[in-house]
């Protein structure tokens, strides 16, 4: 099992600090450092700035918004932070919502699991060094009746791996078909099979297993004696996942709580939300929730919890560490690598 860090784990804006973090994070033997993008800073640009001052650590994006650039884009953008990376670089892609992509970028989210299915082909074909030549029901390139050519990249080609984020069913069975990794989020490893069955079904379709993918899953981690307060803090954070990351018809982490077992309570989360009674929202989420879906609780709770991930299959966890100061999250990153190798060991 690897360990991988986020860069939300340190103030937007404080860039030296970004990399104090991940220079130290790489010598605790973390795996890889992934950054995001919703309506803020972009997902890439800080990887190429930890590209210059890392040796070792992996680079991914978690995620780029599909939709939000072109394929020929996105290869082009790929193979300049491979070759700064000397191959370090993972790209994340996750379909966001239609609120940020529509409201934000002005790009229709429309047939999400398709685009993002053509992005990719088209995408593999630019790294690949084919002429980009593709008919889809999203991309046609050349453009028809016009100018342009078929085109092969010039820049120097690399094996990119490609990680698609999937909650819904048929996301993740496209994520098993398609990407050579899984980031999931609102998992609880006791119910993984609610996304592995659909990932492990599309991987049958492309001739290959699981056991060829990183699982790769995201979540919080805080080591405490006391559980129950913490556990309450973490339960209370999930009242604006559900109540206001999504709309009424489409939250896709309320829906997969749900369909963890969850239903109830998280349908009643986001109406009390939508109703304006957002403290009761939050305390209305299940302490139990946060539990199973993150570590929280004393060392020998996370090791066992390690256990758990570790046999349902994931490969990889990308701990959001807490704390303002770098020094604080340093420390809980080198408590949770030391339990990460004694479970690793057994």
């Known amino acids: 099992m690897h360990i991988a860090v986020s860069n939300r784990s340190i103030a937007s804006g404080d860039w030296e600090s970004v990399v104090t973090f991940a220079v130290e994070a790489e010598r605790l033997g973390v795996h890889s450092i992934w950054t995001n993008e919703a309506w803020g800073y972009d997902a890439v640009t800080p990887l190429a700035f930890l590209a210059g001052r ?37 790209l994340g892609l996750g379909t966001s919502g239609p609120q940020v992509v529509e409201g934000w970028h002005g790009v229709s989210f429309a047939r999400p699991i398709q685009r993002t299915r053509e992005l990719i082909e088209v995408f593999r074909l630019a790294v690949g060094g084919e002429r980009v030549s593709y008919d889809g029901e999203i991309y046609t390139l050349p453009l028809p009746g016009g100018e342009g050519r078929a085109i092969r990249s010039a820049a120097i080609l690399a094996d990119i791996p490609i990680y698609i984020a999937a909650l819904g069913p048929r996301n993740l069975e496209l994520a098993g078909e398609l990407a050579d ?166």
């Not at 939709?67 to 191959?87: C, D, E, I, V, W």
């Not at 006791?190 to 049958?204: D, N, P, T, Y």
């Not at 109540?243 to 963890?260: E, L, P, T, W």
């Not at 403290?279 to 539990?291: G, H, Q």
């Open 54 to 90: 890392t040796s070792r650590l992996g680079l991914g994006t978690g995620i780029v918004q599909i939709g939000t650039r072109t394929p020929a884009n996105l290869a082009m953008t790929a193979l300049t932070l491979a070759s700064m990376s000397g191959g370090r670089f993972m």
């Open 181 to 346: 990794g899984w980031m999931g989020g609102s998992f609880i490893p006791e119910s993984a099979e609610v996304f592995l069955k659909h990932i492990r079904a599309g991987a049958a379709k492309a001739g290959k297993t699981l056991d060829s993918m990183d699982l790769h899953v995201p979540l919080s981690v805080e080591f405490t004696d006391d559980v129950d307060e913490v556990a309450k803090r973490h339960a209370r954070g999930y009242g604006f996942t559900f109540g206001a990351m999504g709309s009424f018809d489409n939250n896709f982490y309320k829906n997969a709580f749900a369909r963890q077992g969850f239903e109830d309570e998280v349908n009643e989360v986001q109406r009390l939300w939508m109703d304006g009674r957002r403290d009761e929202a939050r305390d209305f989420v299940p302490t139990e929730l946060a539990l199973k879906a993150n570590l929280i609780g004393t060392a020998d709770m996370i090791r066992d919890r390690l256990r758990v991930y570790r046999d349902a299959g994931i490969t990889t966890l990308r701990a959001g560490l807490p704390g303002e100061e770098i020094d604080e999250k340093l420390e809980t990153l080198s408590w949770l690598m030391a339990l990460v190798d004694e479970v690793n060991a057994e």
